[in-house]
């Protein structure tokens, strides 16, 4: 379509030779060889898409726009510097992926179409380093729109319908799992009506196949019950959990989509909003600080979800499905705090009641009575339940690193024409 090229092509020539010099001192900085190489590309011509589905781990602006919240600042502060709707001090793990995927592609498509695989070989080590940069400026792209999002979004490169506070169960409230599934069957039936009447529709039939379908759901199922139940309850409520993330994968599967990209949960009994609930004692907190039921359940959770994408891998033989763990990568990052430069790893830095968790439920990070630290960068957690751009840029690059995925497959198939 004549008008998505022209779209991918924004740049004036002094900003694309800008582009390049930054992108070739990215390789020589990246060819230092403490950097792991691997990372996601796009072959040249294929247009990367994206559809995300999830909860507020990687929610960019859906649920205030569907509630009309007025997100206040300190949201926002460290990198786009106002509220985007995202519940961070700045970037989320998806948008450290997302300008991965595109700063990638795109750069490929504009130079290197022409040139061999081992150029490609050279970007994708790049994908690590580029969460240390700020590519969607120099680059131009933008991030991964939010569905609901009416005004200033493109999806020309994908949708994301995560919402904050989703969860998978109940099925038909808003925005479970399902109803975001229905919502992108809405979106991609009214993109190919607009382009069957010869009206510009963001994604093509091409676009809808090659793209890469992200699920990252399930902490709020899995903190719910462990509220009000033991470990073994808990663990047995999972499968009616598991059985509506198969339905959305067999759901999308059935209407063409076939390469999936399936995150783990992360390590809930790290959380100041968990850890600040009264106990009785300490007998359930680990060596660093966590609690370890909450993390049994985290960790039994991931393992289930793992075996229903390897199961799923089976059935749909022409399908990519990729499993990631989330939890060793968010365990890490307050196990090894020291390594990362984190100070209080257990502690918000937007919150209040000050330590050891800086967490009250009723006095919110949004509160006019909140505390904010002043560099979040030595902070784990943003406000109690999610994570610090700091934090999702060490977890990004954990991602990318493909150590704990599973197939380990390079992340360049996903868009592979
Ligand atoms: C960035 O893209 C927008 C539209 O997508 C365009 O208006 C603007 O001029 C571009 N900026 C640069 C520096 O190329
Ligand atoms: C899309 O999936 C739904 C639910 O599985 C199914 O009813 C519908 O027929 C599918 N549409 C296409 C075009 O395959
Ligand atoms: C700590 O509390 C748990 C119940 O929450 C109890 O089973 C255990 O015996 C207590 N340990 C001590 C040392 O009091
Ligand atoms: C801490 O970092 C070391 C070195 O990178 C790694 O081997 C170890 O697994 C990490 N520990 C945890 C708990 O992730
Ligand atoms: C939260 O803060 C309020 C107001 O200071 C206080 O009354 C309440 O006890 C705090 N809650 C917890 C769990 O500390
Ligand atoms: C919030 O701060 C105001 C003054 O700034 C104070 O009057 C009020 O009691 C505080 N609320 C809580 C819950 O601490």
């Not at 050891?356 to 509160?367: D, E, H, L, V």
Request: a neutral charge; one cysteine or more.
């Amino acid at each position: 379509m004549a008008m998505d090229r022209a779209r991918r092509h924004p740049m004036s020539a002094a900003a694309r030779s800008s582009a390049f010099l930054t992108l070739w001192s990215a390789v020589v900085v990246a060819l230092a060889p403490t950097v792991s190489a691997a990372g996601f590309s796009c072959r040249g011509g294929a247009r990367a898409v994206v559809f995300n589905f999830g909860d507020s781990n990687s929610d960019t602006g859906g649920m205030a726009a569907a509630m009309g919240w007025r997100i206040r600042p300190p949201e926002g502060r460290a990198f786009f510097h106002h509220p985007t709707g995202r519940f961070c001090d700045g970037r989320l793990t998806i948008d450290f992926l997302f300008v991965c995927i595109f700063g990638i592609s795109y750069l490929y498509d504009l130079y290197m179409s022409s040139l061999v695989d081992i150029v490609v070989g050279l970007l994708l080590i790049l994908c690590p380093w580029m969460t240390k940069m700020h590519p969607g400026e120099s680059l131009n792209i933008s991030y991964l729109s939010p569905y609901l999002k009416a005004l200033g979004s493109d999806y020309s490169n994908g949708a994301n319908f995560a919402i904050a506070g989703s969860a998978t169960l109940p099925r038909d409230v808003l925005f479970s799992l399902h109803i975001q599934v229905q919502q992108f069957l809405f979106f991609r039936d009214r993109s190919l009506e607009l382009i069957s009447q010869g009206l510009p529709g963001p994604v093509d039939a091409e676009g809808f196949r090659n793209a890469l379908y992200m699920i990252d759901i399930g902490q709020n199922d899995v903190n719910a019950l462990l509220s009000y139940l033991s470990y073994d309850q808990v663990v047995a409520r999972f499968p009616p959990i598991l059985a509506e993330i198969k339905d959305a994968i067999q759901t999308l599967y059935d209407n063409g989509s076939r390469n999936f990209w399936v995150h783990g949960t992360g390590a809930l009994g790290c959380l100041p909003q968990k850890l600040s609930i009264p106990r009785k004692n300490d007998s359930d907190l680990d060596s660093n600080g966590c609690l370890k039921t909450y993390n049994r359940a985290a960790v039994a959770f991931n393992t289930a979800l793992g075996s229903l994408c390897d199961q799923l891998s089976v059935q749909m033989k022409d399908a990519t499905i990729v499993y990631t763990d989330l939890f060793p990568l968010k365990y890490d990052l307050i196990a090894n705090r020291t390594k990362y430069g984190f100070d209080k790893p257990l502690m918000t830095c937007c919150g209040y009641g000050g330590p050891p968790y800086n967490y009250n439920i009723t006095i919110s990070c949004q509160s006019k009575n909140a505390s904010v630290c002043d560099d979040g960068s030595k902070f784990v957690s943003w406000d109690g339940v999610h994570l610090t751009e700091a934090a999702n840029a060490i977890v990004a690059k954990g991602i990318l690193s493909s150590d704990y995925s599973r197939p380990k497959i390079k992340f360049d198939q996903f868009c592979k024409v």
